[in-house]
């Protein structure tokens, strides 16, 4: 069963290598695709996962269907890159699945352009406002190793109500 790395597990701090084109399509990609949608399914609150989450150092994240009536299934973005972001920033409250329990507002761009590739290789570009906007900004800064507890303000440890 994977489990999700938690703060300060070292992964979680390097820069994710790039997935060669030619590896995309490849058994070893697709499990570890298989197991962060996995572990993204079994967190209830949670609306993506990167794969240094899961102790891969790879440029791969995974938005959950969920987070937005945009996604028709749980999207994979391969290489992931932002190629537009809005000028307009809101402190908006932020969470992850890598820092349990702990809170605080971090400051993003309400809309960002994603050009990615999907599980089988073929390139696309997504534009996202509100949380889907916040989901790549934060999905992007783990595969840089960057943390949202990096730039949050307020952080509290809030954990689950028993």
């Given at each position: 069963?994977?489990?999700?790395?938690?703060?300060?597990?070292?992964?979680?701090r390097?820069?994710?290598?790039?997935?060669?084109?030619?590896?995309?399509?490849?058994?070893?990609?697709?499990d570890?695709?298989?197991?962060?949608?996995?572990?993204?399914?079994?967190?209830?609150?949670?609306?993506?996962?990167?794969?240094?989450?899961?102790?891969?150092?790879?440029?791969?994240?995974?938005?959950?269907?969920?987070?937005?009536?945009?996604?028709?299934?749980?999207?994979?973005?391969?290489?992931?890159?932002?190629?537009?972001?809005g000028?307009?920033?809101?402190?908006?409250?932020?969470?992850?699945?890598?820092?349990?329990?702990?809170?605080?507002?971090?400051?993003?761009?309400?809309?960002?352009?994603?050009?990615?590739?999907?599980?089988?290789?073929?390139?696309?570009?997504?534009?996202?406002?509100?949380?889907?906007?916040?989901?790549?900004?934060?999905?992007?800064?783990?595969?840089?190793?960057?943390?949202?507890?990096?730039?949050?303000?307020?952080?509290?440890d809030?954990?689950?109500?028993?």
């Open positions: 069963m994977t489990t999700i790395v938690q703060e300060p597990n070292q992964v979680l390097r820069t994710a290598a790039q997935i060669a084109m030619s590896d995309i399509d490849t058994e070893e990609i697709k570890i695709i298989r197991e962060m949608k996995v572990a993204l399914s079994r967190e209830a609150d949670g609306v993506a996962i990167a794969a240094p989450q899961i102790g891969h150092s790879m440029r791969i994240f995974v938005v959950a269907k969920r987070a937005s009536k945009q996604l028709k299934d749980d999207t994979v973005f391969i290489n992931p890159e932002i190629i537009r972001i000028k307009k920033k809101e402190e908006l409250s932020e969470g992850c699945l890598s820092v349990r329990w702990k809170y605080g507002l971090v400051k993003r761009a309400t809309s960002a352009t994603v050009r990615a590739y999907n599980a089988h290789g073929n390139e696309f570009v997504m534009s996202g406002r509100g949380l889907l906007a916040q989901i790549f900004q934060h999905e992007i800064d783990h595969l840089n190793g960057i943390l949202f507890i990096d730039k949050a303000t307020g952080v509290q809030i954990p689950p109500e028993k």
